[in-house]
């Protein structure tokens, strides 16, 4: 799964990033950008993003996460070669980017960083990235044979916010009204 995050701020990502104790957050990889101070980090990214000062959002925060019947297998290369893969087919594959894997959850996961504006200093498109995401991390896990997720219910619901709460709500709504629903008429009505 993958979950996308639009930002402003180079600098709040990636001091998130790296901000984890000791042990929980390894660098994996930086492309275009220094691997060793968070301030320094922030700084190639803000430079790289001023060819294009018109971007009001230059900031792509991208969490890759997996099954936790997967940790075994998924060894940091592992990992490394399935994001580069990743931002290959989103489109992100000629940018600055910085990969972190944290180790502070039950199943993996990485924090991938990238600048949207791209090495040559173009804009990097985001249009329909989370449905050409969705499809992307589907081929992923089937070509890698990972576990793929159990639908909704095996979500750990509490921890949602935000946009992502809501959307379970309404399907949580749907769930139990459609199957009492004769006709849109009575579906509808049910749902207020």
């Known amino acids: ?6 930002g402003t701020n180079f600098s709040g990502v990636v001091s998130y990033m790296l901000s984890k104790r000791e042990g929980q957050v390894k660098v994996l990889q930086a492309n275009g950008v220094r691997s060793s101070f968070p301030n320094d980090i922030a700084h190639d990214f803000n430079l790289q993003a001023s060819m294009r000062p018109s971007v009001q959002k230059p900031v792509c925060h991208t969490i890759l996460s997996f099954s936790a ?12 070669k399935i994001a580069n893969e990743y931002l290959e087919k989103m489109g992100y594959g000629d940018t600055q980017s910085l990969i972190v894997r944290h180790s502070d959850r039950q199943h993996p996961h990485l924090h991938i960083c990238i600048n949207r504006i791209g090495n040559k200093g173009k804009t990097i498109s985001d249009r329909n990235e989370k449905y ?30 935000g946009e992502d709460k809501l959307r379970y709500e309404i399907f949580d709504g749907i769930k139990a009204v459609l199957p ?13």
């Open 1 to 6: 799964i993958a979950k996308i995050i639009k």
């Open 69 to 80: 019947s997967d940790a075994e297998r998924l060894t940091d290369d592992v990992m490394v």
């Open 132 to 161: 050409r995401s969705t499809k992307i991390c589907r081929e992923l896990t089937e070509r890698y044979g990972l576990t793929l997720g159990k639908g909704k219910k095996a979500v750990n619901r509490h921890r949602l916010r």
């Open 180 to 192: 009492k629903s004769k006709n849109w008429k009575e579906f509808v009505e049910d749902l207020d």
